[in-house]
């Protein structure tokens, strides 16, 4: 649990890469929200928002972060809302702590209303699946008393956990009245059912009732694959109570329901053929058997012991010569699973199974969203370990590895990043360094006050362009209105030299007309000439002014960078380090947890050694018993024959008599 705890200080970096960057940017400035346009309530729903959305995507650690951050921005070390501590002792328990949710959860109980019913739900739910039922059970009623009320889609699964909670505390009457509320076409009903019959079998209920339940909860169940399974469950619990309490019949009628197609037709074909065997329904009962040995795998546990139970069926209705054919089959067929599972059932064999399986489970979430944990891979290992992959102790033990393996990449990922943030940090530096910021921002600045000086040469240009007459003249239009120009001194000059047969007056008026037309050309273009001009000198003015800003920015940001700096590597190293000495603790607990897992698995398969070599012993010792009664038989009806005659041997003379039995 202190791994875990220790881990979530690693969270801003783990899920915020930039927060140390924010750290510093706030230590240096004092941002006004209001100025960005940006208001406490607004990020406060911003942050509330994303709290609630990394919890319902299981992003946990973000969950966390956010939530600090949350709780920063309103200036308060309590949590800023009874929903969002309720959501916080979900997230513990889905991490695997425990014994810190426990805490929240006793601290959300003493304050009392305040958070959702869809809060209290999700609680509800992780305490269930934690094995805490009396909590779980409480936070079901809280949730059906919150304000804000349920969300309708939770409802029945709701119901079915306050069921369910009462239930493993074997409150029946209880479980049965909460019951009440929930419809009997839902799935959730029939699971709550379930676990309301097994909690009446624990107590040895009145059977009437418990039947009534059993046929209640077959007929409601959907007609779809979740319903079928759910109902093969039933059926298999229901028909074992009831070979416990001689019901044999009843039991019958149980087993026989069961489809064929689920995990629980095993179990359930065995159990059907020892209560048919009960009832000494011999021959019937050699037909489940052979059925299971035909559709499932050969290593499953209830094929295993139905080995021995068909030759034992034929020796009971005297088919000696199929019982010995039937027992020969079963002493090889033990023989080589006996060898077989002592080659497998050693240390490094184990370990790479474990190994494989971790390999397959590395995309696998934290907590409830897990779901592929107990899908192993598919080998010898796991054929005979089918009935150790039941057991919630090895499961949970599974789980562990899990989330040691989880913690390790996280640590992992951890590292590499603070790597890139170190190589970033020396990157930056140098470049800053070599760029030569202050001198190059002085040069920069300096050719900014020569671009606007220019501007505003251009712009005393414009207002003087207002003062002449062909103002806003185009290039064309300045050369055509020199041209003109240059034609006066030559009238003039001819006037002076003008003689009586020279008439000069259609030349002064063609340059008059000339004239007059030049001028109205210029202004009638003058209006747009003048808007275009003014406002390219507006657009140029307003991107020197924004070249301006950019150099003051650009000098703030060096300002900031030679603080930004400082401590930060520092920083970065000793995370480096707490990391390396979190792994090195990680790795610790994994190898024990692996010593573990290893040592729970070669029990079971030391166990399954045991009942195999029983099995093969009891084969064995059945073959002798029937070779004997083979050769008494024999020998108790012929002559005796002479001492130079020489024996028969024994199987020889079996395997003849099963020759010709089989014939």
Avoid at 176 to 188: E, H, L, N
Avoid at 519 to 535: G, M, N, V
Avoid at 635 to 647: C, K, Y
């Amino acid at each position: 649990m202190r791994i875990l705890l220790s881990l979530l200080v690693l969270i801003p970096l783990l899920h915020g890469g930039n927060v140390l960057a924010e750290d510093a940017l706030d230590e240096a400035l004092d941002i006004d929200l209001d100025e960005l346009g940006v208001s406490d309530d607004a990020e406060e729903r911003l942050l509330r928002g994303n709290f609630y959305f990394s919890y319902l995507t299981g992003d946990y650690y973000r969950t966390l972060y956010y939530l600090r951050q949350w709780k920063q921005l309103i200036g308060s070390e309590d949590t800023p809302e009874t929903e969002a501590e309720v959501m916080r002792a979900a997230v513990y328990l889905s991490l695997g702590l425990e014994d810190q949710a426990e805490d929240l959860f006793y601290q959300v109980f003493n304050q009392g209303a305040g958070a959702s019913g869809d809060a209290w739900y999700f609680l509800a739910q992780r305490l269930f699946s934690a094995g805490y039922y009396a909590r779980a059970e409480q936070a079901a009623r809280n949730a059906l008393a919150a304000t804000p009320v349920l969300s309708s889609r939770f409802q029945q699964e709701l119901r079915y956990l306050l069921v369910s909670s009462i239930s493993e505390q074997d409150r029946i009457e209880e479980a049965v009245a909460a019951m009440q509320g929930m419809r009997d076409v839902s799935i959730w009903t029939g699971y709550a059912r379930y676990n309301l019959i097994l909690a009446m079998q624990r107590q040895n209920y009145r059977s009437r009732d418990i039947e009534s339940t059993v046929d209640e909860a077959i007929y409601y169940l959907p007609d779809d694959e979740e319903g079928t399974a759910l109902r093969d469950r039933i059926l298999l619990i229901s028909g074992i109570a009831a070979m416990e309490r001689d019901k044999l019949v009843m039991a019958n009628r149980y087993f026989s329901d069961v489809t064929l197609e689920s995990v629980f037709t095993p179990p359930a074909l065995l159990h059907y053929g020892w209560n048919l065997l009960a009832q000494w329904r011999y021959e019937d009962a050699i037909q489940p058997w052979r059925i299971l040995q035909q559709l499932y795998d050969e290593y499953h546990p209830a094929v295993v012991e139905s080995y021995l139970a068909v030759p034992h069926t034929l020796e009971l209705v005297d088919a000696v010569n199929q019982s010995v054919l039937a027992y020969e089959r079963v002493e090889d067929r033990l023989s080589v699973m006996v060898d077989e599972l002592k080659q497998l059932n050693q240390r490094d064999s184990l370990g790479a199974w474990l190994g494989e399986w971790r390999e397959e489970n590395q995309q696998e979430d934290w907590g409830w969203q897990r779901q592929k944990l107990t899908d192993l891979p598919q080998s010898q290992v796991t054929r005979f370990a089918q009935g150790l992959l039941k057991e919630e102790a090895f499961n949970q033990e599974l789980a562990r590895l899990h989330d040691l393996d989880r913690i390790r990449a996280d640590l992992a990922k951890a590292l590499y990043q603070l790597g890139l943030w170190q190589d970033v940090l020396e990157q930056r530096r140098a470049n800053l360094e070599a760029l030569g910021g202050e001198a190059l921002l002085d040069e920069l600045e300096a050719r900014q006050m020569d671009v606007l000086r220019d501007i505003l040469a251009v712009q005393d240009r414009l207002l003087d362009e207002d003062e002449t007459v062909f103002s806003f003249a185009s290039k064309a239009d300045e050369v055509r209105i020199s041209r003109l120009r240059n034609v006066v001194p030559a009238v003039t000059t001819l006037q002076k030299i003008g003689t009586p047969t020279r008439d000069l007056a259609p030349y002064k008026e063609r340059w008059r007309r000339m004239r007059g037309l030049q001028l109205w050309s210029i202004y009638e273009a003058q209006p747009q000439r003048k808007w275009d001009t003014e406002r390219d000198h507006m657009i140029l003015r307003s991107e020197t002014d924004k070249l301006f800003r950019q150099l003051e920015n650009t000098r703030t940001s060096l300002i900031w960078a030679d603080s930004y700096w400082q401590g930060f590597p520092e920083r970065v190293q000793q995370l480096k380090t707490r990391i390396v000495e979190l792994d090195l603790i990680v790795t610790d607990l994994q190898q024990e947890q692996e010593s573990v897992l290893t040592d729970m698995a070669r029990d079971y398969l030391t166990e399954l050694d045991e009942r195999l070599t029983l099995y093969l012993a009891q084969a064995r010792l059945a073959l002798a018993r029937l070779y004997d009664d083979s050769l008494q038989q024999e020998f108790g009806s012929e002559p005796v024959t002479s001492s130079a005659e020489p024996a028969r041997d024994v199987k020889a003379s079996t395997s003849e008599q099963t020759d010709k039995g089989a014939e």
